[in-house]
């Protein structure tokens, strides 16, 4: 094989992997939005306050201890955690606006 | 059991699924950063170019459509790539500066 076929083959073999766990991340992602979605309706419905500062403290915690473990960078879990309830709230604010 | 019984063990249940969730994408996320730590690691040998804007358009379109089929708005999978992008251009930023 020519360099070139070398080098597109070897960034193929790479990408197989990153579009695999990319995938695994988006049907992971959905099933966790299921459960925030029957959080929120369970709130609602029982007149709890929608946002819950402990729980998010605790949940914070919780992932920059297995980043930590999983040799990610803590600080991005804890980003990327803000990330996901900030698209929790817009779910929220949508459905109570609907 | 009494009714606020009732509510913390109904929230407790849901949350015990989140924090599954959350720790299984902490892992492959995880995963993923390894292997674009060796994607950019076989760029700088190669003399590659880091970015690929076709490779990033390909993932955007699979993405969404994985998206769909997961009942996940596309234009979140599609903010949330970016973001795990970011990273990783940050990753390599901080590679080539040490």
């Not at 979605?37 to 297995?66: C, F, H, N, T, W």
């Amino acid at each position: 094989m020519s360099r070139q076929a070398d080098q597109r083959a070897q960034l193929a073999e790479f990408r197989r992997s990153i579009d695999n766990i990319d995938a695994a991340l988006v049907f992971l992602l959905s099933e966790r939005f299921k459960v925030t979605q029957k959080v929120g309706a369970y709130k609602a419905q029982e007149g709890l306050p929608a946002a819950d500062p402990s729980r998010e403290e605790a949940q914070i915690a919780r992932l920059r201890a297995l980043a930590a473990d999983a040799q990610l960078d803590p600080e991005f879990s804890e980003k990327f955690l803000r990330f996901i309830i900030n698209e929790v709230i817009r779910h929220h604010e949508q459905a109570s606006a609907s």
